[in-house]
């Protein structure tokens, strides 16, 4: 449909599965609500983007991340596995830990039902994942690539998509992903309680770098990050400015702008552990990762194979996954507003 906004709205499948999970558990019980309820929100918030939040695109797209078993979660925590704790380690629920404490006299009853909500919970979300990968038999497609975060995709996507004739969007609620924006790569993070949708642009993430940086910044992120806005928060959580897991590397109570100048003219004075901060910058450049490659393919894929399932095709899906509660109007509607053309020709 060529008055869509956008031409692909690449959705944060693991952050959209989580957002209605709670939605869907709240003041219910274990076995009052399953993967499949969860899948129905999903649908019914991917439609909300086009009907409530003018998010209108072509073609719909889940992005997940992927751990790899290889590096023991994603090649970025791998690459600094000997330096900082990041992301590297998750802690499961599992039936066995659970038999262990219903027969252990020291824990309450209370931390017992705690452990199997949330054990139930975790359940619930790897099924709807698994249901959620195979959204593409009816035209929403999913895509992965073992070892890399949905961040990682997005940027590769805003490298790809530079030069399209139309613009895209990427649906999340993590800050961060406003620095992969590109002139042709808009960011809307879907409202919650009291806030208010909004799209943010390349150009007012831009804005917002000091002028005198720009110009070194776009010189010195050709060679290994193409974006001198990923370049700069690059910098930034390198040297532990950021809100995740990177650990600091400037000098205590110095300046990121001010570091961020020096090292661009060649000083690391101010930089107190250099080796770990060219690690943590490396953890950035993407298109060295080991499935580099593999990723830039399947990002190029979504713009083949793909077929727009009709009522019928519909309705065999959900009885298939046990989806219910969604009506032949409700999908006809959100089918009206993506291009049918858009792959088939």
């Known amino acids: 449909m060529d008055s869509n906004k956008y031409r692909y709205c690449f959705i ?29 929100m999903c649908i019914q918030t991917t439609n909300k983007l086009s009907r409530d939040y003018g998010v209108t695109a072509d073609k719909y ?5 992927s751990w790899s078993k290889e590096y023991q979660g994603y090649y970025r925590s791998y690459l600094i596995k000997d330096y900082v704790t990041y992301k590297s380690s998750r802690k499961f629920e599992t039936i066995e830990e659970l038999k262990r404490m219903e027969s252990d006299p020291n824990i309450s009853q ?4 705690e452990y199997a909500y949330r054990l139930y919970e975790n359940q619930q979300r790897t099924d709807a994942k698994r249901i959620m990968k195979n959204l593409g038999a009816i035209g929403i497609p999913a895509i992965w690539t073992e070892s890399f975060e949905y961040d990682d995709l997005i940027y590769l996507a805003g490298v790809i998509m530079i030069n399209d004739d139309k613009p895209s969007v990427i649906v999340t609620k993590d800050s961060d ?19 208010d949708p909004k799209i943010i642009t390349y150009n007012e993430m831009y804005s917002g770098i000091p002028e005198d940086l720009k110009e070194p910044l776009a010189i010195a992120s050709k060679a290994d990050f193409g974006s001198s806005l990923y370049f700069y928060k690059a910098l930034t959580d ?16 110095t300046n990121t702008d001010k570091v961020i100048r020096e090292i661009l003219s060649g000083n690391y004075s101010n930089v107190e552990k250099r080796e770990l901060f060219e690690k943590q910058l490396e953890t950035f450049k993407v298109f060295n990762f080991p499935r580099a490659m593999e990723a830039y ?9 793909v077929h727009y399932a009709n009522i019928q095709e519909f309705k065999s899906f959900c009885d298939f996954y046990g989806i219910q ?5 409700y999908y006809q509607g959100f089918l009206d507003r993506l291009d049918q053309k858009l792959f088939s020709e």
């Open 238 to 253: 390198s040297l532990g400015d950021g809100h995740n897991d990177l650990e600091r590397t400037k000098k205590y109570r």
């Open 297 to 305: 393919q399947t990002i190029w894929g979504i713009k083949v194979n």
């Open 110 to 113: 209370e931390e017992i039902k």
């Open 61 to 65: 797209i889940m992005v997940f991340d």
């Open 177 to 195: 992903l406003k620095y992969c924006t590109t002139p042709n790569l808009d960011y809307f993070s879907l409202p919650t309680s009291g806030s």
């Open 325 to 329: 509660g969604i009506s032949d109007e």
């Open 12 to 40: 944060d499948a693991s952050y959209l599965i989580r957002r209605n999970s709670w939605a869907c558990s709240r003041g219910k019980d274990p076995g009052e609500y399953n993967a499949t309820d969860i899948v129905k």
